[in-house]
């Protein structure tokens, strides 16, 4: 199986600019790319997952946001970034669109998206980890305590229980990820180290 992080994308990859359609107007965060990379190489599938009401709206098409998408894969790509899949979820109860003005069950924080991937992927959804910019994107650590979930852009740094706060963004969540990986990692070996000291001890006597 396998470990992903569920990325948002207005927010948390790019500048959020409300309905956000135009190439032009794509503009990525600071450190998001360098972030992404990171995680990459710590073995994660990148997966994103995004609400774009824009489209129940009237605002734009599936068209358009799918041509955005495939934009910001093929310059992601360019710079060693292989993004696995991407979930948009097109709805608003009350959109002006009629065909996509429902109650769906895909709009953050409801979990159709997740559980999406989770099954085209082969996720093993206890290693993995969600990120976004509003409480509503990680709505998956809020219901299962094995997956980390951080909150970027907040006023302060904290952790509770497995949900994180940060000032920063997915540079600095890479980061973290990469440190508790690098700490997790001694954890064992010391644990390791204990067994085996004390089975010599034990043989010895
Ligand atoms: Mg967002
Ligand atoms: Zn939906």
Known sequence: MEKAVFIDRDGT????KHY????E???????AREGLKILQDLGYLLIIVTNQSGIARGYFDEEAYLELDKSMKADLLLHGINLTDSYYCPHLIDGT???YAIDCEC???KLGLFERAIKDHNIDINKSIVIGDSPRDIGLAGNN???KGFLL???FDMQQENIYYMKGGLL???EKVKEDARMDALNNRGKNLFIRNLKKWFLSR
């Open 25 to 31: 107007d794509f503009e990525y965060l600071p450190g």
């Open 20 to 23: 956000l359609y135009k190439k």
């Open 145 to 147: 305590k094995y997956v």
């Open 107 to 109: 709009r953050k924080p």
């Open 172 to 174: 600095e969540v890479a």
């Open 13 to 16: 990859i790019n500048v959020d």
């Open 153 to 155: 852009y907040q006023n």
């Open 97 to 99: 669109i009629k065909k």
